[in-house]
């Protein structure tokens, strides 16, 4: 096996055939000559469309710059959280970072992340679209913007997690430390940001939030049906799991490097 990257760029994706390849050919534009190397890893979550078979096609395209490509497939469609695990699981790099399909945070943002976790200031770094100094260039319909608000407050009376957005598809991780922390995620839908951010407050682990340029794009795959509300039963149930033990071996885990948690 080859010499570990420095960063592995996972990106999970569900029916995403119109704009897998441009997304791809901007991310390896981006990442050519990036120092320490970089693997990509794009995980299909069951997709109806022909995502997987054009992410697979596009793998000679980061071959011939020098970069490390995985197109992975779930069996069936699991869930966004479900996909990003399988990603960072197979991941190699020092630093694991994850981004929506669509690079609604744009690719240039990614230095601020990185650089914050590479000066030891954190072991992980969140994208924030709700900080003073966060760019929005175009909003989500007022009715999105609402939910997200309210998906928001009740994350912090339920968990009391204080970060001003958990949503944003832009993280950053340490690999090794967080190795447990993703191993622990139950979480298969989109609330699986504020499970692992609630298990990276037990295990002492330092998150940076950080203010980022984010866009809308459109063709979301969040839709207000009967399945909205299952990010509220997912994030309203972690501490019942918590109480029954089933973060009880996370616990027990090694996690000396972790430094004491801090929340911006």
């Excluded at 191993?183 to 037990?202: C, H, I, T």
């Excluded at 979301?220 to 501490?239: H, I, M, T, Y």
Aim: net charge neutral; aromatic share 12%; charged share 20%.
């Amino acid at each position: 096996m080859s010499e570990a990257p420095e960063l592995s760029f996972i990106i999970p994706a569900y029916n995403e055939a119109k704009r897998i390849a441009p997304t791809l050919e901007s991310v390896g534009a981006y990442f050519q000559g990036f120092p320490g190397g970089v693997e990509v890893i794009v995980v299909d979550d069951g997709s109806t469309d022909a995502t997987a078979a054009i992410a697979r096609d596009m793998r000679p395209l980061f071959v011939s710059n020098g970069m490390s490509f995985q197109a992975l497939s779930n069996p069936g469609n699991q869930g966004k959280g479900y996909s990003v695990r399988q990603g960072f699981l197979k991941a190699r790099g020092e630093i694991a970072l994850f981004s929506d399909a669509d690079l609604s945070t744009p690719l240039s943002e990614t230095p601020k992340l990185l650089d914050l976790i590479k000066r030891d200031e954190c072991d992980a770094a969140i994208g924030s679209r709700d900080l003073p100094d966060s760019q929005i260039g175009i909003h989500q319909s007022p009715l999105r913007e609402l939910a997200g608000r309210a998906f928001n407050r009740f994350v912090r009376l339920t968990t009391g997690l204080s970060y001003a957005d958990t949503q944003c598809g832009f993280k950053a991780f340490r690999r090794d430390l967080f190795l447990p922390v993703f191993q622990a995620q139950q979480v298969r839908g989109f609330a699986f940001d504020v499970e692992l951010l609630y298990l990276a407050r037990k295990v002492g682990a330092r998150v940076a939030e950080v203010p980022v340029v984010w866009n809308h794009a459109q063709g979301s795959k969040v839709g207000f049906n009967w399945r909205s509300a299952q990010p509220f039963w997912d994030v309203a149930a972690l501490r019942w799991r918590d109480w029954q033990g089933r973060y009880a071996w996370l616990s027990a885990a090694p996690s000396a490097s972790f430094s004491s948690c801090c929340e911006k």
